[in-house]
């Protein structure tokens, strides 16, 4: 036995001295979680702040029901043991210490059910807000459109950025970004002190957006809309992460929230309406293969390379794109067909959310990358009419 | 060991192969068994079989999440590894392990010769082996296992391959042999007691099973439906789920958690049953408030109907359903904490040893509440916000599953062991193997409840680095957990199945009560065939 615990304890010692020389040099990230961090994120809202609070609460009655208990628990398994002689008495009833142990807890439960009643009442009013956005969720990003409010039209997709996918692939090592798997291509961008009202739905399976400074999570249902709120108190980057299991990426679509003053978030608004009116493309254009096939590139690496992979050979369940027949094939409509209402129940979504333009660009390079050298080229056009 | 002997009078044509001499040998005496005590036997090992195969996908999980990156597996393969290991340990090892154990314990409980349908009985287990061959083997399907997490929720699963069918058929399965044990269980308890064993003279592990049958046979047909329909959804062109086609997902939810929620009763309350018996045995003192905990018992597995939304606090419920399911919720702890109450007043002024079955009970009452406590913080709908989804929630569920129900059944395998085996299990290896499992146990699940509230979400493969330490943490203690149970399995059970070890006298525990200490051990082959004659209490047989 002694020799058993000797090595136990050799164990325990260098787990601790492994721990205290943790081999990752990351920092906290503020408005996302900390290194080995213990306890909720700081609160960035009001209701944030209301749920720490309950949580303390909570966490304290609990401990203190848990030593009492436990304490006398403990003094009985140390003075009634048959070792030190105790005899057993031979009482095991008693309606008044029933009765009591009914009522304590229930009046301790009402207690505790007050300050909370009030925090959902709170959590649940998304009247009178100043901003309307709604994400929805897809197989594997989140879409945001300003739908009321300041910016109201503005809309975009954000996507992790797919380096922190590749590294994530190749075993995440040597990396030590405090960001990691929380870097997206386009944050949201919500003023402060405005109430903003998320408006969540999906495309295609539940997902759920939360961000946990903020204190919100609502799961985002396809084919029903739901709400919540928040009102962040200050600026900054806030960070979530889909919250329900919504198919293998699911651990790669995170949520940025940049919070800015109001002055900046008209500048953002103004901007994104300029870039929004340039990006605009004309469908009837007719394109080059050359500058199709380039900004194909990029709506691939957006959108398509995290399941078909850079080389096109698709992993395990996914289909090749290199040399597969559908991309070689001179009927064009085929392989548009395929983007835009998915196949395979899915496993390859419907991606009719793209534009045209976007959607002939990446077909296109498909059909002009890899092995695959056809020469052929979709224009928008095409695409359009196959809607 | 004698003859099937028929006390009530069947003719002897009914029983074809085994009314001839002796118990029967070879595969004969398990592929046709009927006999209570063998059937226990084979669920209980059948439940291991599948714990060990559960708990070698739980150390996958936990050997990809040892780092952050991917380095074992994809993330696809991950998530079929977390939706297999929760089906397979909730439907597979949990729900039969006690089932095991309502089979050997009820009739020596309450001196009836054997279960009320003993061919019946044989069939619910039987039924179990294709269906488990069929859920472990969707590994090798096209496409792999199912990966929409044991919750099975829509309409993910209207995306899965063929794996999800087989799965579906598996539970379906494994469901009609619940509900068959769950019948026998009831008709055996409500018929066949020994004259004078009035319901309020029952043990409680026996009232607890009779509470759970009752909950098992409301459920399962609800998620027979469930996933019937989801079935019909994927292939019949039903639209139930799919809103595309006008339906529901989280209707889906609704009727799965209807029956999910009294199903984490139907895992729990045959283990607070276990540890009533227990713990009186070696406080030597009698159990506090019987009948309070018979209350409690049936008010849990009421309340247990009404609250099956506080899993869903973030589909976004009106704020009138967020404040029932919270209140409900909350009023559970009220009947669970009376029975921690009774259990630690029982030890009061007892008089207490700790061999291993009280270790590990006292162990259970010590973690279970624990667990109990974060139930009631999640419980909170607002918290819930934050911790929703998260290793929060999977830290919760281990505590009340893992350091609740498995650590019952190891008290009672430990307490029940001597009368199965005729033979005592070696007291030094329990004791290491309650210690070990104890630390290692804490050491793997308690750092999740850290995790948990820094946001960190379940069913993910790869996680921000933050989280590295934690996760890092409670990979070194899971794979300390697993082997623990390895070393209980070949150096306690196994020796205890050869015969070796001390010869265990009819009464191992001095001061434990009940009918299963009034046969010799290990337990003949055939016990109480004629109705016995028991004292006031029915805790004594006066005569045979």
Redesign the interface.
């Known amino acids: 036995m002694n020799k058993l615990f000797g090595k136990l304890n050799a164990a325990a010692l260098m787990l601790g001295a492994w721990l205290a020389s943790s081999a990752w040099a990351v920092n906290d990230l503020p408005g996302g979680p900390a290194v080995r961090q213990l306890n909720l994120h700081p609160a960035a809202t009001k209701i944030a702040e209301e749920q720490a609070w309950l949580h303390w609460f909570m966490l304290i009655i609990c401990t203190v029901i848990f030593v009492v208990v436990f304490g006398v628990m403990f003094y009985s398994i140390w003075k009634h043991r048959r070792s030190v002689g105790h005899k057993p008495a031979t009482f095991h009833e008693s309606v008044k210490v029933e009765i009591a142990w009914t009522i304590v807890p229930f009046v301790i439960v009402i207690l505790m059910a007050l300050p909370a009643t009030k925090a959902v009442v709170a959590s649940k009013d998304t009247s009178n807000a100043d901003l309307t956005i709604k994400a929805t969720g897809y197989q594997w990003k989140w879409g945001y459109d300003y739908i009321k409010g300041e910016g109201e039209g503005i809309g975009f997709v954000s996507t992790l950025d797919n380096e922190h996918r590749e590294m994530s692939n190749n075993g995440a090592k040597g990396v030590d970004i405090d960001n990691y798997l929380l870097k997206v291509d386009n944050p949201l961008v919500v003023p402060v002190d405005k109430k903003v009202r998320i408006i969540t739905t999906a495309n295609d399976v539940i997902h759920a957006f939360a961000v946990p400074a903020f204190g919100i999570k609502q799961d985002a249902i396809p084919g029903f809309v739901r709400d919540t709120w928040f009102r962040a108190e200050r600026t900054g980057d806030f960070y979530g992460q889909c919250q329900e299991l919504c198919g293998k990426e699911h651990a790669y679509m995170p949520i940025h929230v940049k919070v800015v003053s109001a002055p900046d978030y008209a500048i953002w608004v103004q901007d994104q309406q300029k870039k929004m009116a340039a990006k605009l493309d004309d469908p009837s254009k007719v394109w080059a293969l050359d500058d199709l096939v380039k900004r194909g590139e990029k709506v691939y690496a957006a959108n398509c390379v995290a399941c078909h992979q850079p080389t096109g050979k698709g992993a395990g369940p996914i289909k090749a794109l290199d040399g597969a027949a559908v991309v070689l094939d001179a009927d064009n409509t085929k392989q548009i067909r395929i983007l835009l209402n998915g196949q395979n129940n899915g496993s390859m979504p419907a991606w009719k959310q793209l534009s045209d333009t976007d959607l002939a660009a990446v077909i296109s390079y498909t059909k002009n990358n890899w092995s695959n050298k056809t020469g052929q080229l979709v224009q928008p056009a095409e695409v359009k009419a196959a809607r | 060991m004698s003859a099937v002997l028929d006390p009530h009078g069947h003719t002897a044509g009914d029983h074809g192969h085994d009314d001839h001499h002796g118990a029967p040998h070879g595969w004969r005496r398990w592929v046709y068994a009927t006999n209570h005590k063998d059937i226990g036997t084979l669920y209980l090992l059948f439940a291991f079989a599948m714990l060990m195969i559960g708990g070698v996908l739980a150390l996958l999980i936990r050997a990809e999440l040892f780092?952050?990156?991917?380095?074992l597996v994809?993330?696809?393969l991950f998530?079929q590894f977390t939706t297999m290991h929760g089906l397979i340990m909730v439907f597979g090892a949990i729900m039969p392990a006690f089932v095991g154990f309502a089979n050997w314990m009820i009739p020596l409980q309450i001196g009836a010769s054997d279960m009320a349908f003993a061919r019946m009985n044989n069939f619910s287990f039987w039924l179990m082996i294709p269906a488990a061959a069929m859920l472990a083997g969707s590994f090798f399907m096209p496409?792999?296992a199912p990966?929409?997490?044991w919750t099975l929720?829509a309409?993910?699963t209207?995306?899965m391959?063929p794996s999800m069918d087989a799965a579906i058929f598996a539970l379906h399965i494994l469901g009609a042999s619940s509900i068959m044990g769950s019948i026998n269980i009831i008709v055996t308890i409500l018929n066949m007691r020994a004259p004078g064993m009035t319901m309020m003279k029952m043990p409680m592990f026996v009232w607890t099973w009779l509470i759970t049958a009752y909950l098992l046979i409301a459920v399962m047909p609800v998620l027979a439906g469930v996933i019937t329909m989801t079935l019909t959804d994927r292939h019949f062109g039903t639209t139930f789920f799919n809103?595309?086609g006008?339906?529901?997902?989280?209707m889906f939810q609704h009727i799965f958690w209807f029956f999910g929620h009294p199903e984490v009763y139907i895992m729990i309350l045959p283990a607070f049953g276990i540890i009533s018996q227990i713990v009186p045995a070696f406080?030597?003192?009698?159990?506090?408030?019987?009948?309070?905990m018979v209350y409690a018992t049936s008010s849990i597995a009421i309340l247990s109907f009404i609250v099956w939304a506080h899993h869903m606090y973030?589909?976004?419920m009106?704020?009138t359903g967020?404040?029932f399911f919270?209140?409900a919720t909350?009023?559970i702890?009220?009947p669970t904490?009376?029975k921690?109450?009774n259990w630690?007043?029982?030890?009061?002024?007892?008089?207490?040893?700790?061999e291993t079955p009280m270790l590990f009970a006292?162990g259970f009452?010590?973690v279970f509440?624990?667990g109990g406590?974060t139930g009631?913080?999640l419980a909170?709908?607002?918290?819930d916000?934050?911790l929703?989804?998260?290793y929060y929630v999977v830290a919760h569920f281990h505590y009340v599953l893992v350091a609740g129900s498995l650590f019952t059944m190891f008290a009672g395998y430990y307490y029940w062991s001597p009368k199965w085996t005729g033979v005592m299990y070696n007291e030094?290896r329990g004791k290491?193997h309650f210690w070990w499992t104890l630390i290692s146990f804490n050491v793997t699940f308690f750092p999740m409840h850290?995790l948990g509230?820094?946001?960190?979400?379940r069913?993910?493969?790869?996680?921000?680095?933050?989280?590295?330490?934690?996760n890092?943490?409670a990979s070194?203690g899971a794979f300390a957990f697993g082997f623990a149970q390895v070393y209980f399995f070949l150096f306690v059970v196994l020796p205890t199945m050869r015969g070796k070890g001390e010869p265990a006298p009819q009464r191992p525990w001095d001061?434990a009560e009940g009918l299963e200490w009034e046969v010799p051990s290990p337990a003949p082959f055939h016990t109480f065939e004629t109705p016995p004659k028991l004292d006031a209490t029915a805790t004594k047989v006066l005569a045979f």
């Not at chain 2, 406080?283 to 309070?292: C, D, E, H, Q």
């Not at chain 2, 630690?344 to 700790?354: D, L, R, V, Y």
């Not at chain 2, 509230?453 to 979400?457: E, T």
């Open positions: 780092q952050p990156g991917l380095q994809n993330p696809e998530n496409g792999g990966a929409a997490g929720y309409p993910l209207l995306q391959g809103p595309a006008g339906g529901d997902p989280v406080s030597r003192k009698r159990l506090f408030g019987y009948a309070s973030t589909t976004g009106p704020v967020q404040l919270m209140y909350m009023l702890s009220v904490g009376v921690v109450f630690i007043a029982t030890m009061w002024k007892g008089s207490m040893t700790f006292v009452i010590f509440t624990m406590f009631l913080i909170m709908a607002p918290i916000l934050q929703q989804d998260g030094t290491i850290f509230l820094a946001g960190m979400p069913r993910y493969a790869d996680y921000p680095m933050q989280f590295a330490d934690f890092a943490l070194v001061a």
